[in-house]
């Protein structure tokens, strides 16, 4: 397990490589991915098998579970992030959910703050969960949770 100064190390590093490609806030990026997340159309497996691919559709990073837009929520991956955050009874929440349409509408009706952080949160796993994919490497929930608090 990583001490303390090397988690905020790497994220102070990570932040800084983000500040230079744009940032979060305002970022085209963040909102393409936020429309994509609310149509259930991410480029995860069950819509990639949907779409004519064969392929496993397990999770990449839990290994366990079909990986569709919700799954963003469930992998035993993030709860750590989740937690970290304090976030976990929301996450809980938005889980309870029969549609992405009925989740962004419990998303919606979140405190501002709380969205925010939502949003980051998920936006930040989005790209670790893709970072696993393609480089075999990834921060640590508690990293990725000290990103999303920075």
Request: net charge positive; glycine share 6%.
């Given at each position: ?21 744009g940032g979060l806030e ?53 709860r750590e992030v989740w ?27 979140l405190e501002p703050n ?37």
């Amino acid at each position: 397990m990583k001490s303390d100064y090397k988690v905020h190390r790497a994220v102070v590093q990570r932040a800084q490589q983000s500040s230079r490609s744009g940032g979060l806030e305002g970022s085209r990026k963040v909102k393409h991915f936020l429309w994509r997340m609310s149509h259930n159309t991410l480029a995860v497996h069950m819509v990639l098998q949907r779409r004519g691919m064969k392929l496993d559709t397990r999770c990449c990073m839990c290994g366990r579970y079909d990986e569709d837009g919700g799954h963003l929520l469930k992998c035993k991956e993030v709860r750590e992030v989740w937690r970290e955050l304090n976030l976990e009874d929301v996450r809980c929440e938005l889980m309870t959910t029969c549609s992405v349409v009925e989740m962004m509408e419990k998303f919606f009706k979140l405190e501002p703050n709380q969205q925010s952080t939502i949003v980051t949160l998920l936006w930040l796993w989005w790209k670790e969960r893709n970072r696993w994919r393609e480089e075999g490497r990834r921060g640590a929930g508690r990293e990725v949770a000290y990103m999303v608090a920075s």
